[in-house]
Nanobody, 117 residues
Framework: QVQLVESGGGLVQPGGSLRLSCAAS????????MSWYRQAPGKQREVVAI???????NYADSVRGRFTISRDNAKNMLYLQMNNLKPEDTAVYYC???????????WGQGTQVTVAS
């Protein structure tokens, strides 16, 4: 079965940076579409960034220019570099894997990001 394990969350001041990591196992990682989602208290879960198997990317308008999604297929790793963080970025961030060829989708457990003074 697929397992996704996020790491790198924590407390950071506004304007600071964090890099989130997602380690994948139990999947052919190189063919999967990978995404980062986030969910703030009282809010719906929303997509933050998407990266395809060929490393094409898309970003939510709220993070474009500040966040960068990337993947290392040789290491089965997904990353989210977050720069110039704002208080409104505070949320639980989730790694998500979509394997369309076999109709399987998997969520990680999430990692907390808190942006505050």
């Amino acid at each position: 079965q697929v397992q996704l394990v996020e790491s790198g969350g924590g407390l950071v001041q506004p304007g600071g940076s964090l890099r989130l990591s997602c380690a994948a196992s139990g999947t052919i990682f190189s063919t999967a579409i990978m995404s980062w989602y986030r969910q703030a208290p009282g809010k719906q879960r929303e997509v933050v960034a998407i990266i395809t198997s060929t490393s094409n990317t898309n970003y939510a308008d709220s993070v474009r220019g500040r966040f960068t999604i990337s993947r290392d297929n040789a290491k089965n790793m997904l990353y989210l570099q977050m720069n110039n963080l704002k208080p409104e970025d505070t949320a639980v961030y989730y790694c998500y894997s979509s394997e369309a060829t076999i109709g399987r989708a998997t969520w990680g457990q999430g990692t907390q990001v808190t942006v505050a003074s």
